[in-house]
């Protein structure tokens, strides 16, 4: 297009020369616009070559750079293979590991499950083996010559905080043994005993152990405490409360981690006695607790006063009155106090609720919508006997034994 516009412009040009400038003819005239069209080509061509443009080194570096961007883009496709293939690999190994472990629990419940039918099966034998059921007599003899022998253990159930299920304390159980090594129960054993008068002397077997059970728990952990059950027969008796007394303002200072247990029950239908005596172990500094509670009908100012410290109510009992129109307790506070502030209630008079016979993790959920601050129950672990070289280190002196002896003949 640029020569023909040259063409054009010379041509244009030699008939303006041929027609309007004397002594040029047609011929002069197109030789003149033919050499001006050929210079003017020229001129084009030599400053195209002159300009600045793309070189062939500009062109080498941009294909450098291209094959290096395409090096590049090759490398990272390689690297995310080999992260692909890693993390298949991590993934694989991973389910093979939970696999593994799946398959490993799966086998300690089966023998858990095992140890457990044949633990049942003893235990369902047990009454078979024996010659005949035991009448009262029997079993008081049984309790005398468990007492005498010092067949008495210490079974112990952890009692948490929630909802962290920390272990604060212990409520301890007495078991008392036959020769033969089996266990009376307390439902068997309790009945006789108090008729017989033998509750102060299990009392003692039973509160010498958690004492050194509470010196050694406090060795490592000052902040667990022991609950330990005590009969309100036990306070009631002149001849056992004087050295039972004697005894505790010995061990005073393992004050913070003893609690004295007793049941809803007695403890309302406690004697003057037994409020005094109670009086006199709240002024060396222990504390009591309530089990067995049907409901949350407390007096709570006359708990406060007594050296209550805490109280055990049956969680599904426990659940049924945090509800809209249920039991509330007694207090200088409103009736009208909502589910929630129950617990909020007892700790304003320095009395801590306890859920206790918590079987279920279905019961633990429902009791942590109401922030009580313990729970207690098979559901965080069952009773469990103490170790036996602890019982041994635990167990009461020959002279202890012996008095307690001669008390149970």
């Known amino acids: 297009m640029l020569a ?21 003819d047609a011929v002069t005239a197109a030789i003149i616009g033919a050499t001006c069209s050929l210079a003017m080509i020229q001129l084009h061509m030599v400053i195209a070559r002159s300009s600045p443009g793309v070189s062939e080194k500009d062109l080498f570096e941009v294909k450098q750079e291209i094959r290096k961007l395409t090096s590049r883009v090759a490398q990272n496709e390689q690297h995310a293979a080999e992260l692909k293939s890693s993390f298949e690999r991590d993934i694989a190994q991973r389910r093979e590991t939970i696999l593994n472990e799946m398959r490993g629990l799966e086998g300690m419940i089966q023998n858990l499950s095992k140890k457990f039918e044949t633990r049942l099966q003893s235990v369902r034998a047990q009454p078979a083996a024996a010659d005949a059921p035991m009448d009262g007599a029997s079993i008081l003899d049984a309790v005398k010559e468990a007492l005498r022998e010092n067949r008495v253990d210490l079974h112990l159930q952890a009692i948490v905080n929630l909802p962290q299920r920390r272990t604060c304390f212990y409520e301890g159980f007495t078991r008392l043994r036959r020769a033969n090594g089996q266990v009376i129960m307390p439902a068997e054993f309790l009945g006789a005993a108090e008729r017989a008068n033998l509750l102060g002397v299990i ?65 309302n239908q406690r004697s003057d006695t037994a409020a005094r005596n109670m009086g006199r172990l709240k002024e060396l500094g222990f504390r009591f607790s309530l089990d067995k509670g049907d409901g949350l009908n ?44 129950v617990p909020a209630v007892f700790v304003r008079y320095g009395i801590d609720l306890i859920a206790e016979k918590m079987e279920t993790e279905k019961s633990v959920i429902e009791v942590l919508e109401f922030e009580i601050p313990f729970g207690q129950g098979h559901v965080f672990g069952a009773p469990r006997p103490i170790k036996g070289t602890l019982q041994d280190e635990t167990a009461p002196p020959p002279d202890f034994v012996r008095r307690v002896s001669q008390a149970a003949m």
């Open 203 to 267: 009392d003692n077997m039973l509160l010498f152990r958690c004492v050194q059970i509470v010196r050694r728990l406090s060795e490592r952990d000052r902040r667990i405490g022991v609950f330990c059950n005590i009969s309100m027969a036990s306070l009631e008796d002149e001849m056992f409360f004087p050295p039972f007394l004697e005894f505790m303002r010995e061990n005073r200072d393992l004050a913070h981690a003893m609690i004295f247990e007793l049941g809803v029950r007695q403890f």
């Open 298 to 341: 407390f007096d709570l100012p006359q708990l406060q006063a007594a050296g209550v410290k805490f109280v055990k109510v049956n969680v599904e009992r426990l659940l049924e009155e945090l509800t809209p129109g249920g039991e509330r307790p007694i207090s200088s506070i409103t009736r009208d106090i909502a589910a929630e502030d």
């Open 4 to 24: 023909l516009v040259y063409v054009t412009a010379s041509a244009v040009g030699a008939v303006a020369l041929h027609l309007y400038v004397p002594g040029f």
